[in-house]
């Protein structure tokens, strides 16, 4: 259940893992054996959640930041997995489950796109009640005094619609998108004519929004495709025979993903998987796929932006673009906070209580929210020692993976190996996108990210567990003795040829 909702659902998600938990607890507590398996990171990952707890009850809101320990604790889903994954199959049918299910929400932001969101306005006659209201060729209608449009006949119908608010009589409220941006403007209720005719205006269904799946926020939806999309190119990487039934999957499983994840219009995580992509292709050290993925994601990543660009209407790397311009105050004034707090941090979530008195967010012109950054986030709510124990914690994992690839590398069992090249890619694309996104705050993103770190180190057990024990059942065996010469008579010494010695000996 785990693996297959949390490409969806946080609630069954969640859920799964915790019911999944307490029944390891009561099997470890019935077999009264406690121990868990130690691991190369627990050090740095135990000192970074010790941090975490120091600081939440050290913060200026100590209610709301010890209430947020929920999310940091989550790692004990990187144990459970670990530990509780104890066989190839097992790991395989998780791997593929991840990458299969994850497509279902693929299809569902293709009807999306299908179906559309709102009405895009194509044209505007000079007496239509739209002419200079603030609307323009190219804009696209959300909604109609709070109702969602998605055709003239509903905005007609919304238009004719009798309203008990004497403020709402006379003027109707209009929500519309441009590129980015969402705008109100309103227009009169007193139209000649009936129909869709009298609305003057020519209309195609809004396509240009940014997907997100089943969750709420496009940039949750493209850090959890990243890190699957990841996955499948691992996967796809260790297949030994590329025209195989699992490499068309992977394969076609990898060009929707990833085209998914462009609609998602999210540049840190495109950026995250391209550079993912790279890393893979050189942990496989084979040169004819080094070559070929940075042929294809040179090829690839300027039309991926470009597509970006368009949808967005802003330039990739414009430090006045709106949500660029936003991280970077928001950054400026994180760092001073970090500068007066290095120690403990504020805690998580005082910010809110905070933010007037330290005059946050532009002394509140900006909407309030988090840092969008996870280093920045971490140093501010949890201070500098938390920041260094997470970076210490992301390298040993980058390292034992790294090690993991290579001494699989003539591994016969693809599936470990391609288990170990995604968790490598995601590993990667996880960390290059939460320098602008606060992905480790994400409830979603997280669970999936200590799922694939848990499969990781399931598959490095299994096979370090499958070399040993094939190396004991193949230890060659002395040959039985042969005592079928004490039951014969007595004869004679002779002294035999040296070669004969020498096979009689060989037979001993």
Known sequence: MYALFAPHSIAITQGAFLLGLVAWAVQMTASRNLQIPRTPVDIALLGFFACCVVSSFLSYDPLVSVKGLRSP??????????????????????AFAIVVSCLANVAYS???????????????????????????????IIEADGQPVNSQEELSLIIDSWRTSPTQRGQLR?????????????????????????????????????????????????????????????????????????????????????????MTSTRAA?????????????????????IAALLGLMLAAPVA??????????????PEEGSTAYRLEVWREAFGIIKDHPLVGIGKGSEGKLKEIWGLYEDGKLPPGHFHSTP??????????????????MAIFAVETWKLCKRLKSERRWTLRGIALGGLGALVAFNVSSLVHFNFGDGEVVMMFWLLAGL??????????????????????PPPEDNSHRNLPLEPAVIAEPNVRAAKARQN
């Open 376 to 393: 920045i986030q971490i140093a501010t709510w949890w201070g500098l020692p938390a920041l260094i124990l997470y970076f210490s914690m």
């Open 270 to 290: 495109i950026a995250g998987l391209t550079i993912a992509i790279a890393v893979m292709a050189f942990a496989s050290a084979r040169r004819r796929i080094v």
């Open 305 to 318: 932006y470009l597509i970006v660009e368009r949808a967005r209407g802003i330039s990739v790397l414009d």
């Open 73 to 94: 604790a989550f790692f004990l889903a990187f144990y459970f997995v670990s530990n509780k994954v104890k066989s190839l199959r097992l790991a395989s049918f998780l």
């Open 174 to 262: 209009i929500k519309f998108q441009r590129s980015e941006a969402i705008a109100e403007t309103s227009i009169s209720r007193k139209l000649d004519g009936v129909g869709v005719e009298r609305l003057g205006i020519t209309t195609s269904p809004g396509r240009n929004f940014r997907v997100m799946g089943f969750y709420s926020h496009y940039e949750t939806y493209a850090e959890v495709l990243q890190l699957i999309a990841a996955l499948a190119v691992g996967m796809l990487l260790a297949l030994p025979n590329k025209k195989s039934v699992a490499a068309l999957l992977l394969g076609g499983a990898f060009i929707l993903l990833a085209a998914t994840l462009v």
């Open 456 to 477: 990781v180190f399931a598959a490095r057990r299994i096979a370090f567990e499958g070399r040993d024990s094939h190396k004991i059942e193949h230890r060659p065996q």
């Open 110 to 140: 293709a009807v999306q796109l299908g179906i559309g969101r709102g009405i895009r306005i194509n044209s505007i006659r000079e007496d239509s009640p739209f002419a200079n209201k603030g609307l323009g060729v190219g804009d696209v």
